[in-house]
């Protein structure tokens, strides 16, 4: 699997929340980040916005979004991707502080 | 106990043995609610702020992350944390006077700007990766190559059990890896650290350190128990040749008993690497109170007996995995000044608690020699997290002699912090500048050396004056040949948990899906990182087999005979390894 396991699709859903602080952030994050079928995941509760890279196959957005609903999360945008998009994105030549995206 | 053969080593029984005999118990502080959160709101905050101080820990149930006081009692510092599950309160360091004196030396710059995860650290340790919030680059980084074991040690919950998927990262993901490290920004990895399960166990091992090399790693050190390398004395040199700087081996006492993993095999783990000319090996004890904590002084001891070849001594306090009632963990925790002062009493004073040093200091000598050379090589890990310090043996007198009997470590460091300011500031330095500012130092060195203390056959001034008046470090070959590296490095668990630590961890692995992650969120939260990681990345147990057809589950495994430990016990290398060797302390006097 370890090879076949880059080709993968999976989802990036970007969302705003409606209804967050910074301990609902943190224990909502821990919850979701424990699953498997979770690739990424980060929830800001100061900034009330935040980002899910899940496997779409195994877990539905509907899914996703039921275990957000208290927070009230809006989708702001989606894209998809492959595990191997993931890795070469997270490789640190493309995050150098000051030159990222976000 | 009679020895446990005739099985797969696993650790169990002999544990249990090792356990029964309680010498003393870490008698825990009360400390109320009321207390607990008066103390907060007066506790100092940022790093190195001084006692009470307040910082962020983890829940060892819900996971939740809460302040947490890290306090002084009785001359001990504590950690206390109002959990969910209650109040929690365990050791942080056993010596006050100790954390002062290593505070002081503590790192505060940040030494890295690049992030692997889009995040901005504030829900830090639970999405790691290295985010911006990190304030230390990678200065050794795991890899870890797979989750198959030749032992089946009774605690590990990382080992493949039968019928488990199966880790082993591609040679190309392994790559990936190593080239994401090194291109931290502005520092890169310069060290790994190739550690499994139990990495001989791959047969591309070779090409996986010809790998570390090629994408420009000095160091390379293999995280081993040595079982393989017992009876394979040509996979030693074939680790050697490829470019293996260390075995990093597992080396927990000095009886069958307390170093049930590889007691009977490290006469011969030694006699291979004798032969193939190295690597030079670390012995790595894993400390635990009332359990080998009394031997600590005889692995020195038996470090200093095999200078040719073991090159340190890393003593690694118990990180306790899992969730670990009180009682155990005041049986069984141990942290660094417990295990300085074990090594005071256990050396007869030799070397004692005084002779110790904070990893950071590194980070202040480092500066000058940013400075000096224009390279970087930093070490920016916490004041807490580990110590260390040299000894030197003198092998005509049988003299120990730990580095700061004889140079003022603490002096020097200062001047060099003092003079690194100065180039800093020149901007620029020529050639003729540089020669003249290495004379000054190498002059005023002299200060700091006590000549009348030194071990003798090793020249500190000779290597000292190549150093900096020549840009000549061949001279420090002489300097390790004569020498034994002593460490300390404390992992943290879920009841000492410190994020301060944490940000500033030097001691990274390095995950298949881009994310580089500090040792202590790696381990400490398995089900975020490695057991989840490794999971989403491996080998059904049908898929393995079907990739190696001639595989078998108890072929991985070392099965250690009853006739192989009878022909030891009766072989002149064991004598020769253990028996016949040197007291340098007195460990045997009356």
Redesign the interface.
């Known amino acids: ?3 076949t ?1 880059l080709e993968k699709a999976i989802l990036r859903i970007d969302l705003k929340f409606g209804n967050i602080n ?1 301990q609902t ?3 909502k ?2 919850e979701l ?2 699953d ?1 079928r979770v ?9 009330k916005n935040g ?1 899910v890279v899940f496997d779409e196959e195994a877990l539905s957005k509907d899914e996703v979004l039921n275990a957000l609903k208290d927070l009230a999360p809006e989708i702001k945008s989606m894209r998809r991707l492959t ?1 191997a998009d ?8 493309n ?4 030159k ?3 | 106990m009679a020895e446990v053969v005739g099985e797969i080593p696993s650790g169990e029984k002999e544990f249990a043995e090792s356990a029964k005999k309680i010498r003393d118990i870490v008698e825990f502080p009360e400390i109320s609610e009321d207390e607990f959160y008066e103390g907060l709101k007066r506790a100092s905050r940022g790093y190195g702020g001084k006692l009470p101080h307040r910082t962020y820990s983890l829940c060892p149930e819900t996971r939740r992350v809460v302040p947490a006081l890290v306090w002084e009692n009785g001359g001990k510092v504590w950690i206390t944390k109002k959990c969910p599950e209650g109040m929690i309160t365990d050791l942080y360091y056993e010596d006050v006077e100790l954390y002062y004196r290593f505070k002081r030396w503590l790192w505060g710059e940040k030494e890295i700007y690049s992030a692997n995860v889009e995040n901005s650290g504030v829900n830090c340790p639970l999405d790691c990766g290295m985010c911006p919030r990190h304030s230390s680059h990678t200065s050794l980084l795991n890899i870890v190559l797979t989750n198959r074991c030749n032992l089946s040690c009774w605690y590990c919950f990382f080992y493949a059990k039968e019928g488990q998927p199966i880790y082993e990262p591609t040679l190309e993901q392994i790559r990936t890896m190593l080239r994401n490290a090194k291109k931290e920004h502005p520092i890169g990895a310069n060290a790994v650290q190739l550690t499994g399960g139990e990495p001989t166990l791959r047969d591309d091992l070779i090409e996986i350190i010809k790998i570390a090399r090629e994408e420009g790693y000095d160091h390379v050190q293999l995280n081993t128990d040595g079982i393989k390398l017992a009876f394979e004395p040509e996979l030693v040199k074939k680790i050697r040749e490829a470019g293996t700087n260390t075995l990093y081996m597992s080396y927990d006492g000095m009886t069958p008993q307390t170093n049930w993993k590889n007691h009977w095999e490290v006469p011969l783990i030694l006699e291979n690497v004798r032969k193939a000319g190295g690597p030079g090996i670390v012995l790595v004890p894993t400390t635990i109170r009332n359990v080998n904590d009394h031997e600590l002084g005889a692995i020195i001891n038996f470090g200093l007996n095999h200078l040719d070849i073991i090159r340190g001594v890393n003593f690694q306090p118990l990180s306790q995995v899992g969730r670990v009632p009180t009682k155990e963990r005041q049986r069984f925790r141990i942290t660094i000044p417990g295990a300085i002062k074990r090594i005071e009493e256990q050396t007869n004073g030799v070397i004692a608690r005084d002779d110790w040093y904070p990893i950071p200091i590194a980070g202040h000598i480092a500066r000058f020699f940013e400075a000096f050379t224009g390279s970087r090589y930093y070490m920016t890990s916490h004041f807490a997290c580990g110590a260390a310090t040299y000894i030197f043996l003198d092998r005509e007198e049988k003299r120990v002699t730990p580095i700061p009997r004889f140079i003022d470590v603490e002096g020097f460091v200062e001047f060099l912090d003092e003079k690194a300011e100065e180039i800093e500031q020149w901007g620029s330095m020529g050639k003729l500048k540089k020669l003249k500012l290495g004379a000054e130092i190498f002059m005023k060195f002299k200060s700091f050396y006590d000549e009348k203390y030194a071990p003798k056959g090793l020249s500190v001034l000779d290597l000292i004056k190549n150093a900096f008046m020549h840009g000549n470090y061949d001279a420090l070959g002489k300097f390790h040949e004569n020498s034994l590296f002593l460490g300390m490095m404390h992992f943290m668990d879920e009841y000492n948990y410190d994020v301060e630590r944490v940000e500033r961890c030097v001691i990274h692995y390095a995950m298949p899906d881009g994310r580089i992650v500090p040792f202590c969120t790696f381990n400490v939260i398995p089900e975020l990182y490695r057991d989840k990681v490794q999971a989403q990345f491996s080998y059904t147990w049908d898929e393995w087999r079907a990739l190696h057809p001639g595989w078998d589950y108890k072929g991985d495994k070392y099965f250690r005979s009853r006739e192989f430990v009878e022909k030891m016990k009766k072989s002149d290398l064991y004598r020769k390894t253990y028996v016949d060797i040197e007291d340098y302390f007195g460990l045997n006097r009356e």
């Open positions: 699997m370890t090879e396991v910074p952030a943190q224990i994050q821990y980040e424990k498997m690739w990424r995941i980060f929830l800001n509760g100061y900034a980002f595990v993931l890795v070469e994105e997270s490789m640190s030549w995050g150098i502080l000051g990222m995206k976000s």
